[in-house]
């Protein structure tokens, strides 16, 4: 972009936030304080050939305005409940502004980043998605969490379903696309369950998008634990092998007692002879 063009782009940027805030402080009843205006400008590009250019204003978080110009068609189309209303000229000569200024400077560095990042935009990874559950510790719930993370590009549908039924959106909680530092994208859904819930129906996860050929789906089974009868077992395996090793040092134990009294009994023997030999 040349240093003409950023100056007034950002002249044009400036003198239009600036008058906006003056017109809607008293319309939206602010006065004094932080104020904030932003403005998002972005244009589309269909095959190297001209598309949309659109722009989004909000004040203190409120929208006031949306427009969308065609540059085929040079047709404008705006949205506003807040600000005032364009007569033939204004709209004229944004349409002018945006045709010989924003679309083309926007083009220009789309273009350019679009070279610069070919690669990583063109590449299709899928996800890895799993399906995980958690115990609440505070209310005893359990927490099924479908988890969908590595893919680019960023859309992709992940739905929970219960016995093969998706599951209304109030239930579920999450859903929001989050960057991963490699670029790549992840998403996670979760729903909280009761014990006996989880153990009566099939809960799985299924993730879907426009650059698989198939979806994914996951299950998780219900998981009791080991069975009872294991349980007994490995504890009379356990017990019984406590129950040798205590008999076998017991015998043990009164084989050398029994060992130890026999060395005195003769001893003693031996020394009462030679006392009366003497005697």
Request: charged letters at 25%; aromatic letters at 8%; hydrophobic letters at 35%.
């Amino acid at each position: 972009m040349q240093t003409d063009h950023i100056k007034t782009v950002f002249k044009h940027i400036y003198r239009n936030v600036k008058d906006r805030t003056i017109r809607l402080k008293p319309r939206l009843n602010y006065t004094d304080g932080f104020l904030v205006y932003q403005k998002i400008i972005g244009c589309e590009v269909d095959n190297n050939s001209t598309g949309l250019m659109r722009s989004w204003d909000s004040f203190n978080g409120i929208n006031v305005e949306e427009v969308n110009i065609s540059m085929p068609e040079k047709t404008l189309q705006r949205k506003s409940n807040y600000l005032y209303e364009w007569d033939e000229k204004l709209q004229s000569d944004s349409k002018k502004m945006v045709s010989d200024l924003y679309y083309p400077v926007c083009v220009r560095n789309l273009q350019k980043y679009f070279h610069k990042e070919k690669n990583r935009m063109l590449s299709k990874v899928k996800p890895r998605v799993r399906l995980l559950k958690k115990t609440l510790t505070g209310s005893g719930m359990v927490q099924v969490t479908c988890l969908a993370t590595g893919f680019y590009p960023r859309h992709i549908n992940l739905t929970i379903l219960r016995d093969g039924q998706p599951l209304s959106e109030d239930l579920v909680t999450g859903g929001i696309l989050l960057p991963n530092v490699d670029g790549t994208y992840q998403m996670r859904k979760s729903l909280e369950v009761n014990a006996e819930e989880l153990k009566e129906s099939c809960y799985s996860c299924s993730a879907t998008r426009l650059s698989l050929d198939n979806k994914l789906d996951i299950r998780l089974e219900y998981d009791p634990g080991p069975p009872i009868a294991s349980i007994v077992f490995s504890v009379l395996v356990v017990l019984l092998v406590c129950l040798i090793v205590l008999t076998v040092a017991i015998v043990k134990w009164r084989k050398r007692h029994t060992g130890s009294q026999s060395s005195l009994q003769s001893e003693y023997t031996g020394a009462s002879g030679e006392y009366l030999k003497i005697h």
